[in-house]
């Protein structure tokens, strides 16, 4: 998908994105899309856009994102609700339990609690009664880190395990609609993290024909196993639930303080700016 220099980073094809049941071009192997107009030839390697010079992207890359945590400012809330659960369930919580059982899969967590199977209804509907979805802020400047990497050539989606009725809404509200091509959510797989399947479900709408043609970025650990498990390179957020050390020994490649210090580092290392 190129993007040219007189193009903004809202200015993205308006096709809607990929999801479970769209399969990508036959010819191109990415999601379909609107047709789009070609960059100019020039010498070499190099892109001139505003502000500088861009690196031609390697367009067959891919980066897919963890939603809460990583986009979303999401983990206070999180924690708040959890200690509602355990509290109603009679069960012992505090940050350290938190920290201890976190899992962005509901039914390990809730294993780790010691929230029995026969409870889970019970834990969703005092869930369903405390957290609020539509009111967790968006991580200050992500949008526009979004945006920078699209422009920049990369397909973005998102991998996570929230429901698609909670989280599809707030794509718009963020302003990161268009931005995020590939889309697979907790109901869109029977397995979850940190099993393999929902992230490469993501590699297969994407067109991705090798998983290290892509990146993912998430901020929990079952993210990095993941991503390990489906030998995709992943790219460790920092956050409540685990340190950077945390990250690497779940088999992050590196991480960093928030998605917005990552995409300022990586877009550094392909670009050069005059």
């Given at each position: 998908?190129?993007v040219?220099p007189?193009?903004?980073?809202?200015a993205?094809?308006?096709a809607g994105p990929?999801e479970?049941?769209?399969?990508?071009?036959?010819?191109?192997?990415?999601?379909?899309?609107?047709p789009r107009?070609?960059?100019?030839?020039?010498?070499?390697?190099?892109?001139?856009?505003?502000?500088?010079?861009?690196?031609?992207?390697?367009l067959?890359?891919?980066i897919?994102?963890?939603?809460?945590?990583?986009?979303?400012?999401?983990?206070?809330a999180?924690?708040?609700?959890?200690?509602?659960?355990?509290?109603?369930?009679?069960?012992?919580?505090?940050e350290?339990?938190?920290r201890?059982?976190?899992?962005?899969?509901?039914?390990?967590m809730?294993?780790?609690?010691?929230?029995s199977e026969?409870?889970?209804?019970?834990?969703?509907?005092?869930w369903?009664?405390t957290?609020?979805?539509d009111?967790?802020?968006?991580?200050?400047?992500?949008e526009?880190?979004?945006?920078?990497?699209?422009?920049?050539?990369?397909?973005?989606?998102?991998?996570?395990?929230?429901?698609?009725?909670d989280i599809?809404?707030?794509?718009?509200?963020?302003?990161?609609?268009?931005?995020?091509?590939?889309?697979?959510?907790?109901?869109?797989?029977?397995e979850?993290?940190?099993?393999?399947?929902?992230?490469?479900?993501?590699?297969?709408?994407?067109?991705?024909?090798?998983?290290?043609?892509?990146?993912?970025?998430?901020?929990?650990?079952d993210?990095?196993?993941?991503?390990?498990?489906?030998?995709?390179r992943?790219?460790?957020?920092?956050?409540?639930?685990?340190?950077?050390?945390?990250l690497?020994?779940?088999?992050?490649?590196?991480?960093?303080?928030?998605?917005?210090?990552?995409?300022?580092?990586?877009?550094?290392?392909?670009?050069?700016?005059?």
């Amino acid at each position: 998908m190129n993007v040219t220099p007189e193009d903004s980073p809202s200015a993205f094809p308006s096709a809607g994105p990929a999801e479970v049941g769209e399969r990508p071009d036959a010819t191109s192997g990415r999601p379909p899309c609107a047709p789009r107009r070609a960059l100019p030839k020039l010498s070499g390697a190099w892109r001139q856009a505003r502000g500088g010079i861009w690196l031609e992207p390697d367009l067959r890359r891919t980066i897919l994102f963890d939603w809460d945590g990583t986009i979303v400012d999401s983990m206070p809330a999180i924690l708040q609700t959890e200690a509602a659960i355990c509290r109603q369930l009679g069960l012992p919580f505090d940050e350290s339990i938190f920290r201890q059982t976190f899992s962005p899969n509901w039914r390990l967590m809730n294993r780790a609690l010691g929230i029995s199977e026969d409870r889970d209804g019970e834990a969703h509907q005092i869930w369903t009664a405390t957290f609020r979805s539509d009111h967790m802020p968006p991580f200050l400047g992500i949008e526009d880190a979004l945006a920078r990497l699209a422009a920049t050539g990369y397909t973005l989606g998102l991998v996570t395990g929230g429901d698609r009725a909670d989280i599809e809404p707030q794509l718009p509200r963020l302003g990161i609609d268009e931005l995020m091509r590939v889309r697979v959510y907790a109901d869109d797989t029977a397995e979850g993290k940190p099993d393999p399947r929902p992230l490469q479900l993501a590699l297969e709408l994407a067109g991705v024909a090798q998983p290290d043609d892509a990146l993912y970025v998430g901020d929990a650990l079952d993210d990095m196993r993941m991503a390990a498990a489906a030998g995709v390179r992943g790219i460790g957020i920092v956050s409540m639930v685990a340190t950077a050390d945390d990250l690497l020994g779940a088999g992050a490649s590196e991480s960093a303080g928030s998605v917005v210090e990552w995409a300022d580092r990586f877009l550094g290392e392909s670009t050069s700016v005059e």
